[in-house]
């Protein structure tokens, strides 16, 4: 018989993959109050075949990525009485990949999971997020304000992550107020000034965090002119894969940088 040597064909350029996707979004009413709660579901396989091996051609390996996400939010929002207004969330994020290389041979297509460092991995990242606000909105009052918190816990499991395991927890809370000592909209005499300062503080594990303060400033000397102003200092903690995540493959370099040093700016 003629000799046919083994399929070099199953080495692709582009990957071959596979998903699913997934959805539901649950929404009822309560008065004045809106529940929402929304799942999505992504799963993922991409088959990476080798070449086959010199000199026989009889075996190779093979890669195999599995990505799994599942993401949920649950939020109640609206008025609680006239004038008077919450909004609550509470988000969940999952997120898993599976790294698998096998060792296969052609002939008898019998494959073993090989034993080479990095070969065999499995990343999880975790993230919670929980958030609520409680403001004011009567038009005929000259103070309105806001007051709420948000909390952020970011984990990282897997070997390309530094020690294997981190987590970062960023808590905060934050208030604003919108004062208007002048509000006059009347044909002739359409003057309207506004007043929003804001304070933000938080605590992060990883960082020492400032008070971050705002100001924003309107005034409409006529209906079609306005004029503002604002102010803002800002401050972002690297996260959890800037400072500890490693991923090294053919087409990808990137290392975290455990050195990195909080950011901050006057906006």
Known sequence: PKVQPADSSRFQDWKPR???????????????????????????EITNKGMPRAPYNETAFDDYYKTFRFDNTASLSGQISKGKNL????AYNDYKRIKNTYYKDLTTLE???????G????????????RGTYSTSNDSTKINYEIGYDINIDNGYGLRIQDKKQQIGDYAIFASAEYTPIKIAQQEKFRILTLRPGLRYS???????PI??????????????AIRASYARGFRAPGLKELYFEFVDINHNIFGNPDLKAETSNN
């Open 212 to 225: 971050v303060p705002s100001l924003n400033l309107m005034f409409r000397p006529k209906e079609r002119i």
């Open 119 to 130: 070969d065999q991995d499995t990343t999880k990242f975790k993230l919670i997020n929980v």
């Open 87 to 90: 909004n609550l969330q509470l």
């Open 203 to 209: 605590y992060n594990t990883s960082y020492s965090s």
């Open 18 to 44: 596979e998903q699913y996707q997934g959805g539901i979004h649950y929404h009822k009413n309560f008065q004045t109050l809106q529940l929402h709660l929304v799942s999505n579901y992504f799963q993922e």
């Open 111 to 117: 494959e073993n999971l090989t034993t080479s460092s």
